[in-house]
């Protein structure tokens, strides 16, 4: 095993065994490799250490600090709300157990040129905004930005249309895209989401209504009626797709395009990082003997949804055609139904429920549904918080495959 193996590892462990003292783990390069591990109650650590029997435990280094994972991770999905909402552009917002902190990086004063920005009121905003939180650090240096396709705040993107953005039917349902597909029979192409957004026997829009979304400088573009969905029954079914009345051409939604989603970066014990054209190259499934990449038991998945953005949870097994994703953080909320499931450039679903721990006003998360209190899962949730509908299957139900 790998070093970096045994750091992943090791930290799965020591997070789930000293929970509410875990401050996080890395390899020191320069002191021959040690494992060090943060922790704010050493005397736990050294004792869950000492039953571990991990072949890396003696070479690990255990270091005392003040603020735990979670209080930081909390920190962080507050500070990213909270610059998003003032639509400061950023390079990531990541907890660094080195540092023992949030560290905010934001884009250099060239980079923010480039975008036509200004770094002074950038920068301003961004210290405004920051200086009542103590354990927060801010960075200058910038960092790799993808092409500006989409915007910062909302998941609204410019074509290609692509997973996990924010979409809305003129009857008024909002939910997310989750993937570009085409039809196995005529290649035409569709938007996949959750049924329950479109089966009206469910509360859906119905077939007739069309649904849209925006382009970063927030106007707004048709995509399509719905086409077709499997009726609702969960958990068995919950799948749609919508027509897109537009997807070639000049001044269109720039397909056909390899299927693709939007990621936003996130914190966690799986933290992400933005990238706005994330390839999605092959189908996970939840049944067994149907083709699609396995799932290991406890491996991580993360989703995009519209209202909360990015995030990850830990696989925990099927029912029917649905995965079970535990929650580590903040999230998913309501609005995010049909958002994109995947890993490793391989889908494995669309979400379509969550259980429901706590309710906040998320006034100015979406942009086409600006004044909503919506539902959302909690922090320590607790198991399956999550549930996704496998995609091999519902791909299968309503004749459609991935764009290549």
């Given at each position: ?16 065994q000293?929970?509410s ?22 005397a ?18 255990i ?21 998003d ?12 157990p ?48 993808d ?8 998941e ?28 196995v ?21 119905g077939?007739t ?28 079914w ?82 029917g055609?649905?995965g ?8 998913p909320?309501?609005?995010?139904s ?55 299957t ?11």
């Amino acid at each position: 095993m790998s070093r970096q193996s045994a750091l992943i590892a090791l930290s799965q462990r020591l997070a789930e065994q000293t929970d509410s003292t875990w401050a996080g783990a890395r390899i020191d390069h320069t002191h021959g490799g040690a494992l060090v591990v943060y922790t704010t109650d050493a005397a736990a650590t050294s004792e869950a250490l000492s039953l571990d029997g991990s072949e890396y435990s003696p070479l690990v280094q255990i270091t005392r600090v003040d603020n735990a994972f979670n209080k930081l991770q909390a920190t962080a999905d507050e500070v990213r709300t909270e610059l998003d909402r003032a639509n400061v552009l950023t390079v990531g917002v990541i907890v660094d157990p080195s540092m023992n902190a949030v560290r905010v990086e934001l884009p250099t004063a060239s980079q923010l040129s480039e975008k036509k920005l200004s770094a002074t009121t950038t920068y301003s905003t961004a210290t405004s905004i920051l200086k009542p939180y103590p354990d927060v650090q801010i960075s200058y240096d910038g960092g790799a930005l993808d092409p500006a396709s989409c915007h910062t705040g909302y998941e609204l993107c410019s074509p290609p249309l692509r997973g996990g953005i924010e979409i809305k039917s003129d009857n008024g349902h909002f939910c997310t895209g989750g993937l570009v597909v085409r039809s196995v029979t005529d290649y035409k192409l569709y938007l996949l989401t959750a049924g329950h957004c479109v089966d009206p026997n469910a509360g859906g829009s119905g077939l007739t209504s069309r649904w849209y979304t925006g382009f970063p400088d927030l106007s707004k573009h048709y995509i399509g009626s719905g086409w077709n969905y499997t009726p609702v029954n969960r958990p068995y079914w919950d799948a749609a797709i919508l027509q897109i009345e537009n997807p070639t051409g000049p001044s269109s939604w720039g397909l056909p395009v390899h299927s693709q989603v939007l990621v936003v970066e996130s914190g966690g014990t799986r933290p992400t990082v933005r990238d706005e054209t994330y390839s999605i190259d092959a189908v996970g499934d939840n049944c067994t003997g149907c083709g699609g990449h396995p799932i290991p038991q406890d491996s991580y998945l993360c989703w995009t949804g519209s209202t909360y953005q990015t995030d990850c949870g830990r696989f925990d097994g099927t029912s029917g055609n649905e995965g079970l994703l535990n929650i580590d953080n903040f999230g998913p909320c309501t609005g995010d139904s049909g958002g994109p499931v995947y890993a490793s450039h391989v889908a494995y679903g669309i979400f379509v429920a969550y259980k429901k721990t706590t309710t906040i006003n998320t006034t100015g998360w979406r942009y086409f549904s600006p004044n909503l209190t919506v539902g959302c899962a909690g922090y320590n949730a607790g198991k399956d918080a999550m549930y996704y509908q496998g995609l091999g299957t519902s791909l299968r139900a309503l004749n459609v495959e991935l764009v290549p």
